[in-house]
Every structure is written in structure tokens, then in C-alpha cells.
């Protein structure tokens, strides 16, 4: 079965320059998760969705951080304008129904300058 | 959600087993233990998890206390590829995964 597929890999941007993230979950996987990683950190969640649908977005800094799903497969996340602090890797995860078993993909690593 | 507390790095012997421990001592009755690991440059991945049980599969056991207190990781036969970071998350039924700093294990040959 394919993984989860993110691109870019890596991206370099200025600050206060926009950026955006794709994420292809896993096939019929309906909760896609995006979550933000610093150097030396765990994981944060970032958002989750269930099909086309936020359930949980609390984490996410909604002055300059945007999602969507729209045909409840694959996902963007946006960034605009960004900060010196979103430097980070981003990483996406999915998993069947709201279960605890994710798949995440490797990320994109995110440098802002 | 309860919080777990892991030590911060362990070493680890090529083919001796690696034990990692965590405490959750806030754990309700109906909170899993979830173990993840993180390979550098990859994304977490899943490993076990358990409730009550003891638990085993082809990559690790784990070993819950009766109070629910605490919870062992058991690697029997560390590897080089071992080497990553550990996380032990406790879940509810309902609610997603919180992840912490995690063990950064070390395994040398």
C-alpha cells in the first residue's frame, strides 16, 4: 500500500513570504492530520480533519496558518505571511476513522530566513 | 489528557535488549499507551500499544504495570536501525496524539 506523499520535500523561503504543503493520505484513510515539528521537539498537531471537515484546529495559529480538504482526500497547508519561528518540519498523517494507528509521511522541512 | 515523563536519552548495546520506560501516573481507566518511534529525517511510526495487557508483536513487547502507573518498551534484540526517538503517548478513546520529547535512544555496535 503507498504512503502518505508530501511535497515538497524541503523549501526555503524569506520571512513574511507565503508558502504552501501538499499532503496525499493513504487511499480511503477519512482523518488526515497536520502536525508541526521544531528542531529537537515532538510533534504538535497542528489540525485534523474527517473527510472535508475540521474537528479539531485549536493548535493552529489562524492569523497566518490556513487548511483545507476540500474533496476529502488530499490536503494544503498554508503559511502566509511566515515567521522566522515556522521554521520546522511539517509533517502530515492519516489514519482510518479517528483510530490511533497513523501513517505519517516524512515531512516537509520548512526554512525561514 | 494525561501526560507521560520519559527519560531524555538512553544508550544501548547492539543485540541486548533495550528497555524504555515511561510514567503516566494521571492515567484513566480508559486511556491506551501508544509507542511511536522516530527514525531521523522520517516521519513517527507506529509501534505498540496496550490498555491493561501485556502486549507483543514482531517489533517490540510492552509491559504494563497493574496500576497503570507505568509502562515498559522492551526492543529484544536492539539494532543500529533501532536507533531513533521513542515516544510514549497516552490516548483516550476519543482523543488524538499528543506527543512529548520522547526518549532519543542511542544503540551502538
Known amino acids: 500500500e503507498a504512503g502518505v506523499a508530501q511535497s515538497p520535500r524541503y523549501k526555503i523561503i524569506e520571512k513574511r513570504q507565503s508558502v504552501a504543503f501538499w499532503c496525499n493520505p493513504i487511499?480511503?484513510?477519512?482523518?488526515l492530520y497536520w502536525y508541526q515539528q521544531i528542531l529537537g521537539q515532538g510533534p504538535k498537531l497542528l489540525i485534523q480533519?474527517?473527510?472535508?471537515?475540521?474537528?479539531?484546529d485549536s493548535q493552529l495559529p489562524k492569523d497566518r496558518f490556513s487548511a483545507e480538504r476540500l474533496k476529502g482526500v488530499d490536503s494544503t497547508l498554508k503559511i502566509q505571511p511566515a515567521k522566522l519561528e515556522d521554521s520546522a518540519v511539517y509533517l502530515c498523517?492519516?489514519?482510518?476513522?479517528?483510530?490511533?494507528?497513523?501513517?505519517f509521511g516524512s515531512g516537509t522541512r520548512l526554512t525561514v530566513v | 489528557d494525561a501526560k507521560t515523563t520519559q527519560p531524555t536519552s538512553m544508550d544501548c548495546a547492539e543485540g541486548r535488549a533495550a528497555n524504555l520506560p515511561c510514567n503516566h501516573s494521571?492515567?484513566?481507566?480508559?486511556?491506551?499507551v501508544y509507542w511511536y518511534r522516530q527514525i531521523h529525517s522520517q516521519g513517527p511510526q507506529y509501534i505498540i500499544h496496550?490498555?491493561?495487557n501485556n502486549e507483543t508483536n514482531e517489533m517490540a513487547s510492552l509491559i504494563i504495570t497493574e496500576d497503570r502507573k507505568s509502562s515498559t518498551l522492551i526492543l529484544p534484540h536492539a539494532t543500529l536501525r533501532d536507533t531513533a526517538v521513542y515516544y510514549c503517548?497516552?490516548?483516550?478513546?476519543?482523543?488524538?496524539?499528543?506527543f512529548g520529547a520522547g526518549t532519543q535512544v542511542v544503540v551502538t555496535p
Open positions: 494521571t492515567i484513566s481507566g480508559n486511556e491506551y
Open positions: 498523517a492519516s489514519s482510518e476513522g479517528g483510530g490511533a494507528f497513523y501513517t
Open positions: 487511499s480511503g484513510h477519512a482523518t
Open positions: 480533519f474527517q473527510n472535508n471537515g475540521v474537528v479539531d
Open positions: 503517548i497516552v490516548r483516550d478513546s476519543w482523543g488524538k496524539l499528543q
Open positions: 496496550g490498555l491493561k
